[in-house]
């Protein structure tokens, strides 16, 4: 009878462990899928495609560092001469964080722009696709509308050393996984 009691005891703390262990990968993904969420809500809020987005290089300083963070606006407000803005270009996947140097609007109503690094000598046509002078309101994904300084470091280490992002990812699903709370 005691055998049966110690098997029965041993049952309940394996089943008492699985529903500990899928209680926390159900925390794991309703974190995830928050995250998600307010990326999605952002996005329709701002009217950007990427909401936010890291300065990668030097070429916006003094104004933006490397590894700032910037927050982006897109709505349907007339861009001008001296605004910030982050664009695509065709065929290349990392955005452009630049300052509008000219506003061109043409009688059909569309508006072609010229950008410039504040820390460039030359304007962006060099950076453009190929044959192409300015870039259209559609290649524009947003105007900087505020920064965090030297936050987006993480993301660039992050991207610099791949190996890195996995560990990291891999200690923080450990982590929520064997949280006891």
């Known amino acids: 009878m005691e055998m049966i009691d ?4 041993e049952l309940k703390k394996l089943w008492r462990n699985k529903r500990q262990f899928l209680f926390q990968a159900l925390n794991l993904a309703m974190i995830v899928f928050s995250a998600l969420m307010i990326w999605k809500g952002l996005m329709f809020i701002t009217k950007s495609e990427s909401p936010v987005v ?22 349907d407000d007339p861009i001008r001469v001296g605004e910030v803005v982050v664009f695509k270009i065709k065929d290349r996947d990392i955005p452009i ?18 950008t410039k690094g504040d820390n460039n000598r030359v304007d962006d046509r060099g950076l453009y696709a190929l044959g192409q002078q300015f870039i259209g309101r559609e ?21 610099d050393y791949p190996a890195l992002k996995y560990v990291l990812v891999a200690v923080m699903g450990l982590f929520v996984l064997t949280n006891k709370e």
Do not use: W
């Open 54 to 75: 890291v300065v990668l290089s030097g070429s916006m300083e003094p104004a933006f560092q490397r590894g700032d963070i910037l927050f982006l606006n897109n709505q």
């Open 6 to 9: 110690a098997q029965i005891s």
């Open 139 to 159: 290649d524009i994904l947003g105007r900087a509308v505020g920064t965090l300084r030297y936050v987006g470091m993480v993301t660039i280490i992050l991207n």
């Open 97 to 114: 964080v630049h300052r509008v140097l000219k506003v061109h609007e043409k009688p059909d109503g569309r508006v072609e722009l010229l």
